[in-house]
């Protein structure tokens, strides 16, 4: 069964959308405790990092994901949730979960620390393909790799250790749109608002 974290800054229509197209037997609750016999979680989000990080304490999802991530069960995160599960982001200036370790930076700060004058408008918003880097990831099994994904975002993942970049997306700079280590994925673009190539990266999180 999957869990899917509402904690009042997620996705959730969009992925309740996708996951019952796929017939999954899932549960979406704001209390972390229906959550606990789930084998498997998606966490979603939209919105700014610091209001959902104060979302996660008041819910207590935040110590939820630490133990969930601790025990090496299976999540992954989209968008805004694949922002918050690193140490810091610039949006808010607010420390995060720290399920991975890195820190979420806005565009302009990244164009700025490389040395590029870019013309592209922020947020990074539509569709972009992707380059698969240091072996993918078995959920992109099945997806042609001339694949489009959806992606709106300010933001953008400067993890510590690159080799957990499963593939980057080209906006002026690398974009690390999925980014995998242990038991945890996660997606910058939105995989549920993807069409079929983003269904099959679902139906294979459903599969593994």
């Known amino acids: 069964m999957i869990g899917i974290v509402d904690y009042n800054a997620g996705n959730i229509k969009s992925v309740e959308r996708a996951l019952n197209f796929l017939k999954a037997d899932y549960v979406l609750s704001k209390n972390p405790k229906d959550l606990e016999k789930a084998d498997k979680l998606v966490f979603p989000g939209v919105?700014?990092?610091?209001y959902a990080m104060d979302q996660l304490k008041k819910t207590g999802f935040d110590l939820f994901l630490?133990?969930?991530a601790q025990a090496q069960k299976p999540l992954i995160g989209v968008c805004l949730g694949s922002q918050i599960i690193f140490d810091w982001s610039e949006e808010g200036d607010v420390e995060c979960l720290g399920l991975?370790?890195?820190k979420v930076k806005h565009f302009e700060s990244v164009y700025k620390n490389s040395g590029i004058q870019s013309s592209l408008k922020i947020p990074h918003m539509g569709w972009n393909n992707l380059q698969y880097v240091?072996?993918?990831?078995?959920?992109?099994d099945g997806v042609d790799k001339n694949s489009d994904f959806y992606f709106v975002h300010s933001y953008l993942i400067q993890p510590d250790d690159e080799t957990i970049v499963k593939a980057y997306a080209d906006y002026g700079v690398k974009v690390p749109a999925c980014v995998s280590q242990g038991s945890i994925t996660a997606?910058?673009?939105?995989?549920e608002k993807?069409?079929?190539a983003g269904l099959r990266i679902l139906k294979n999180y459903l599969n593994s």
């Open 47 to 50: 919105g700014e990092a610091a």
């Open 66 to 68: 630490k133990d969930w």
């Open 100 to 102: 991975l370790h890195g």
């Open 134 to 140: 240091n072996g993918s990831s078995p959920l992109f």
């Open 187 to 191: 997606f910058q673009f939105h995989p």
């Open 194 to 196: 993807s069409g079929k």
